[in-house]
């Protein structure tokens, strides 16, 4: 009997392209979908286009098919649909609407009779009521969003995490491997004392299944901790928002005789 969980992957690629998810790395995502030996039962993209512009744009055409290709390079199914385009009588405006969202609804609910944990990729609170029939399903939903990302959708999820964390999912500009000395990372500053200047970051490096354990000095847990002073800041960040776990911060990690230090600290999401 195979008792392995079995996970769907379900991704709003305009969404989530729009919203601070530009680059994703399909292969990565997956990789973590699937972490502690889970297996992808259901990968699907769905990708809405521009009908005209594909017939017309050729650098536009050839883009989005090598993007689909990548994509089933990876074993993804690609769910393509057309923009649909129309004009306000009243205005003259050109509307263009994407049905995207609901038909990947109706597949999450019809697909998840056969799976036990479903990744939903999207910023946009319209899947709340399908999350929930999820849920009664006794699907476990895992939210990867990046940025302008519903309150309402992330408190509806069992879990959420920011895309921005998951080491290698976005590219970072650094010569060394995610979480070594001297590479740059992105973390959350969980503790800063307003009066003494200083505090910390945490950041993952491990894409592991115990996400909670956030206590780093725990030998299970899949994050690090660093110091970060003040000085370290970008000179226009208000240090006063500090501590937060909604902003999310790109740093340096190096080290001196003391541990783990953070230096030329970012701010490069925020709600």
Excluded at 32 to 40: D, E, H, K, S
Excluded at 142 to 163: C, P, Q, Y
Excluded at 193 to 221: A, H, M, N, P, V
Aim: net charge negative; proline share 3%.
């Amino acid at each position: 009997m195979n008792t392995k969980e079995r996970v769907g992957i379900y991704v709003d690629a305009v969404n989530v392209t729009m919203n601070g998810g530009y680059g994703l790395r399909y292969d990565t995502l997956r990789m973590f979908a699937c972490r502690n030996g889970a297996v992808a039962s259901r990968l699907n993209v769905y990708l809405c286009y521009d009908n005209e512009r594909l017939k017309e744009d050729r650098d536009y055409r050839i883009k989005t098919q090598r993007f689909c290709d990548v994509l089933r390079d990876y074993e993804y199914k690609v769910i393509e649909k057309p923009v649909h385009t129309y004009t306000n009588h009243e205005t003259g405006e050109k509307i263009t609407k994407s049905y995207i969202d609901m038909d990947m609804a109706v597949d999450m609910l019809v697909q998840a009779d056969h799976l036990d944990k479903i990744v939903l990729l999207s910023s946009s609170g319209s899947y709340i009521s399908v999350v929930n029939a999820l849920q009664n399903k006794g699907c476990r939903v895992e939210l990867v969003a990046f940025d302008n990302v519903s309150s309402s959708l992330k408190k509806t999820v069992d879990s959420s995490v920011s895309g921005y964390l998951i080491p290698g999912l976005l590219p970072v500009d650094s010569p060394y491997k995610w979480g070594e000395t001297g590479s740059r990372v992105r973390g959350v500053c969980y503790d800063f004392t307003q009066d003494e200047g200083y505090g910390f970051l945490r950041f993952l490096t491990r894409k592991e299944d115990c996400l909670w354990i956030t206590d780093s000095r725990d030998s299970c847990s899949p994050y690090k901790t660093v110091f970060a002073h003040i000085s370290e800041f970008e000179d226009d960040f208000d240090t006063s928002y500090l501590p937060s776990r909604e902003l999310i911060f790109e740093f340096d990690v190096t080290e001196n005789d003391k541990g783990l230090i953070s230096e030329n600290i970012v701010l490069i999401s925020a709600p």
